[in-house]
């Protein structure tokens, strides 16, 4: 399984991002996919996931309501729209796959992205 996040870049408080995670491999449309991200000195930070079907997503606290998961198998391809951007949003973001669940943490993913930048400015 390999995974290949894009569109981040610098954008100013308020505006909006859409990041894209293009996925490889026979299991993408049997697992939840997960975003993630790391701001420079602190832990990686669940950001919101989706089931394989689509029809289940979490989303952390700080980003509910302003940022959307989704998902087409049929390009396997995931996505995260988001909008109302803060400064506090400035960091790595990492796209990453559980072949066996719906996680939460950074533990239960399997494989994982390069990670995208996306810096917002105030």
């Known amino acids: 399984v390999q995974l290949q996040a894009s569109g981040g870049g610098l954008v100013q408080a308020g505006g909006s991002l859409r990041l894209s995670c293009a996925a490889s491999?026979?299991?993408?449309?049997?697992?939840?996919m997960g975003w993630f991200r790391q701001a420079p000195g602190k832990q990686r930070e669940f950001i919101a996931a989706?089931?394989?079907?689509?029809?289940?997503?979490y989303y952390a606290d700080s980003v509910k309501g302003r940022f959307t998961i989704s998902r087409d198998n049929a390009k396997m391809m995931v996505y995260l729209q988001m909008n109302s951007l803060k400064p506090e949003d400035t960091a790595v973001y990492y796209c990453?796959?559980?072949?066996?669940?719906?996680?939460?943490?950074?533990?239960?993913?399997?494989?994982w992205g390069q990670g995208t930048q996306v810096t917002v400015s105030s």
């Open positions: 990453a796959i559980d072949v066996e669940g719906l996680g939460t943490t950074s533990r239960d993913y399997d494989y």
């Open positions: 491999g026979r299991t993408f449309s049997k697992s939840a």
């Open positions: 989706i089931s394989g079907s689509g029809h289940s997503t």
